[in-house]
């Protein structure tokens, strides 16, 4: 449990230190390029979605991608949505608590996924306005490839 106390409190930094000043289609598009990109350096095959205030700015579906990539990231995106945190983040407070998303928040879990990709676009001082989703790998390597592009991203402005 320890170890999944420690995870969550790294969800929380994250949440905290991966925001932006502003957020345009630009920003998106090159957000998005960048997330195809390094997985196509890594040879991993993804879908990618970039919504700010429910506008899909951005969508891509790698070779190897299905159509239940997009039902995976409308769900997670659910997730961010309605509370404001990760999708990974509230899966691991989920376990944490024992429970499930359905059985905490009455929920349908056929329409909320409480799996790792989906994070946040939050504007400092504003709040979150919509979510950068990743689908295809597992959970986690979702939401690393999702969060290390934005980190590098911001690193450059």
Do not use: C
């Amino acid at each position: 449990m320890a170890d999944l106390a420690q995870e969550i409190g790294q969800r929380e930094k994250e949440e905290l230190e991966l925001q932006f000043d502003s957020f345009s289609n630009e920003t998106a598009l090159e957000i998005g390029n960048m997330i195809v990109e390094r997985a196509r350096s890594e040879h991993k095959s993804i879908a990618v979605d970039i919504e700010r205030n429910g506008h899909q700015l951005f969508h891509h579906s790698m070779t190897g991608t299905a159509i239940d990539n997009n039902e995976w990231i409308k769900r997670k995106n659910r997730v961010v949505n309605r509370f404001g945190k990760s999708s990974l983040h509230v899966g691991q407070l989920l376990r944490q608590a024992g429970t499930t998303i359905d059985a905490r928040s009455f929920v349908d879990p056929m329409q909320f996924s409480a799996h790792g990709g989906a994070f946040p676009i939050t504007i400092r001082n504003t709040g979150i306005i919509g979510t950068i989703t990743v689908s295809g790998l597992p959970q986690e390597e979702d939401h690393r490839l999702a969060t290390s592009v934005v980190r590098d991203y911001l690193a450059k402005k």
